[in-house]
């Protein structure tokens, strides 16, 4: 069974800035690409940004500049700086990655989400 739990979200001012974890747990063979998905109230899930095995990354226009996705893959973890935050970044903030586990092949998982808000 694999879990990925996130934290680090909570009530910020507008310019403030946070940083998200997201730690994969159970029986990882090796994790693939990974990624940070936000929905806003009333919207739908977005990407924000993502990042392969190699490191390559991409971000949503409105995360670019701000946000800085990592992984660390000595413990599971992605994280996701976000500097310069605004009203308009309040979401619940999910992490999700591809997994190959010892069970079967890879295929996507999902944390829990965690809500970030931005005071102005």
């Known amino acids: 069974q694999v879990q990925l739990v996130e934290s680090g979200g909570g009530l910020v001012q507008a310019g403030g800035s946070l940083r998200l974890s997201c730690a994969g747990s159970g029986s990882i063979r090796r994790i693939n690409t990974m990624a940070w998905y936000r929905q806003r109230p009333g919207k739908q899930r977005e990407l924000v940004a993502g990042?392969?095995?190699?490191?390559?990354?991409n971000y949503a226009d409105s995360a670019k500049g701000r946000f800085t996705i990592s992984r660390d893959d000595a413990k599971n973890t992605v994280y996701l700086q976000m500097n310069n935050l605004k009203p308009e970044d309040t979401a619940v903030y999910y992490c999700?990655?591809?997994?190959?586990?010892?069970?079967?092949?890879?295929?996507?998982?999902w944390g829990q989400g965690t809500q970030v808000t931005v005071s102005s």
């Open positions: 999700a990655a591809d997994i190959l586990t010892v069970a079967g092949p890879a295929r996507a998982y």
């Open positions: 990042i392969t095995t190699g490191g390559s990354t």
